[in-house]
């Protein structure tokens, strides 16, 4: 492995990505979004208003039937009131689905531009003749897209988490965020979703011709997300630390199978003919 | 001696369409090689076979004792590339550009970035970004960017596309002075073919695919001018198609053209001339590679 190439590309590629305005737009659009608009406008209706929607209760009665027995099930029963139990719920389990979108969205957006881009500036010709391995080019890509995420995602946890802690001491009188759950969310689960996404979006710019077309395929990976988020939502499946866990080594064993399978495909000359 | 470079019936598809047709071609170290061929002809393609970044479907080919198919990777650190879209980072500025390369290269040494850039007159432009550069000014940024590993063999595609004559003389000057010094085997693709004839030791001219005719232009001279047209500024004064026997045509202010059946026959005419009137130039007309070139393709396609 050659270190020094791996991070002149990585670096010359994060150099690329903070000069990319469309990327700018994704990195300040998406935690604006997703930790900053929407948890305080959920947080603010469940503080605020009075509960009298039957299928917001069915949900919460939903949630809480299928959180095993044990002292979080206990302490959200104690809470005083539904729209405590609204909060508590929506902090602690939907918005971490939400919060996902952060890490995916964004490694997707650098990631697919990281081959294609270079294919559209005629440079992918100048790496290749180059003495550094494909893999070596493939690692540089991936990181020059996780480290920019990673800080990304560690920001807007820190934001999400000032501002849902300012508008939620009032009624808990303790700090909800960070707890074990969130830890899980944004060191476990977060880098593994940004890593899985990265790979996949990687493998199909290296194949495809345009920015476009490589959005296009990548946006496949948003799907389970969104899938989460639903389940999340209806109650459906609830993200506990066991299932963080466990949904993050099921998605780690995927991420193995996608770089066996970059390896396999990705060898020089068939990457160099896609470009012609 | 055995060849450097070696090539034994290398062919390559792209889909259907046969880019190489069996081509076969030997490169002694050291030697300036001009590749000539009109666009699509196959150039661009033996340099990326010879550097084993797309694979030949048929043949088999040697760099340095080393199969391009199995050993890139030690071809490639011993080649320096120009392409002809040189291949740099618009966003980055030049020094940036040749300090990643530097890196990716494992030769990353400010010293020999700094020689180079004002050895090819861009040190005071290294901050600017490249997007920004003359067409001219990309290329040379490019020429650094495929010495800076100091190659054994170079390979430079249309090199002085978009330069101006300056910028022309100082990469010749230096592809030159490189190959007297450090003994570099130099491979160079160009349309400009008088701007070769100076700078090359042996041609190879490509058609279709396939090599219609190599050699020096020694060899190729004896081998396709069996006629020499000998242009003569004097101020001699014929009026008819033939003086002493021989062929000739009135250019005007030129002077005249004569037709000699080889070139034993030159000093004999330029001295009678010189015995009836004076001699400002004397010039063999098609003796020039591009007069070369339009020769062995016209021949070919017959």
């Not at chain 2, 001018?225 to 198609?241: A, C, F, H, P, Y």
Request: glycine fraction near 8%.
């Amino acid at each position: 492995m050659n270190k020094q190439a791996i991070w002149a590309i990585a670096q010359k590629d994060i150099r690329g990505i903070t000069s990319n305005s469309q990327v700018w737009i994704g990195f300040i659009v998406t935690p604006l979004l997703f930790c900053i608009l929407l948890p305080v406008g959920l947080i603010l209706a469940a503080k605020y208003m009075v509960v009298a929607d039957q299928d917001l209760s069915a949900i919460l009665y939903k949630i809480l039937k299928n959180l095993p027995n044990g002292e979080l099930k206990h302490s959200i029963q104690m809470l005083p009131s539904i729209n405590h139990q609204i909060i508590f719920v929506g902090i602690n389990f939907f918005l971490g689905s939400l919060f996902l979108m952060v890490p995916c969205l964004n490694s997707m957006m650098i990631a697919t531009n990281s081959f294609v881009g270079e294919k559209e500036r005629r440079t992918l010709e100048s790496l290749l003749f180059a003495p550094i391995t494909v893999k070596d080019l493939f690692i540089g890509k991936v990181l020059a897209a996780f480290i920019p995420v990673m800080a990304l995602t560690a920001g807007s946890f820190i934001i999400f988490a000032i501002v849902a802690d300012a508008l939620t001491y009032s009624m808990f009188e303790k700090l909800l965020l960070p707890n074990t759950n969130w830890f899980l969310l944004i060191f476990w689960l977060s880098p593994i979703i940004s890593l899985l996404t990265i790979l996949f979006s990687v493998m199909v710019s290296a194949k495809v011709q345009s920015f476009q077309a490589a959005q296009q395929f990548g946006g496949v990976i948003i799907l389970p997300i969104i899938l989460l988020i639903i389940s999340q939502a209806s109650g459906f499946l609830i993200l506990q630390p066991l299932a963080v866990f466990l949904i993050g080594i099921g998605l780690l064993i995927v991420c193995i199978l996608f770089l066996w399978q970059i390896t396999k495909w990705n060898n020089r000359n068939i990457l160099f003919e896609k470009q012609l | 001696m055995n060849a450097f470079i070696k090539a034994d019936k290398v062919s390559k598809n792209f889909g259907a369409h046969k880019v190489l047709k069996e081509v076969s071609f030997k490169v002694d170290k050291g030697k300036v090689v001009g590749l000539l061929g009109p666009n699509g002809a196959g150039k661009t393609t033996i340099i990326r076979l010879l550097n084993g970044v797309i694979i030949a479907d048929g043949g088999s080919m040697e760099i340095g004792g080393w199969n391009p198919r199995v050993n890139g990777h030690e071809i490639r650190k011993m080649c320096g590339i120009l392409t002809d879209g040189a291949g740099m980072y618009f966003e980055m500025s030049g020094a940036e550009n040749l300090e990643f390369f530097a890196k990716i290269y494992g030769t990353y040494e400010k010293k020999r970035i700094q020689t180079l850039l004002e050895e090819f007159e861009l040190a005071e432009h290294q901050k600017k970004k490249v997007g920004l550069y003359s067409t001219g000014m990309k290329k040379r940024l490019g020429m650094i960017k495929a010495l800076l590993h100091r190659p054994q063999i170079l390979f430079l595609d249309e090199p002085t596309n978009g330069l101006d004559p300056e910028g022309i003389r100082l990469v010749y000057d230096y592809v030159s002075r490189l190959n007297h010094e450090e003994g570099t085997t130099i491979f160079l693709c160009s349309h400009i073919l008088h701007q070769l004839e100076d700078v090359c030791h042996s041609f190879m001219f490509l058609e279709n695919g396939s090599i219609l005719e190599s050699g020096t232009k020694q060899e190729l001279e004896e081998k396709y001018i069996n006629q020499v047209t000998l242009r003569v500024e004097t101020g001699l004064n014929i009026k008819s198609d033939l003086w002493n026997g021989l062929q000739v045509k009135n250019l005007g202010v030129k002077g005249f053209e004569f037709k000699l059946s080889n070139k034993g026959e030159i000093a004999p005419l330029l001295q009678k001339i010189a015995e009836e009137s004076w001699i400002h130039d004397v010039h063999i007309q098609n003796r020039d590679l591009e007069s070369l070139y339009f020769k062995i393709r016209g021949e070919s396609n017959e």
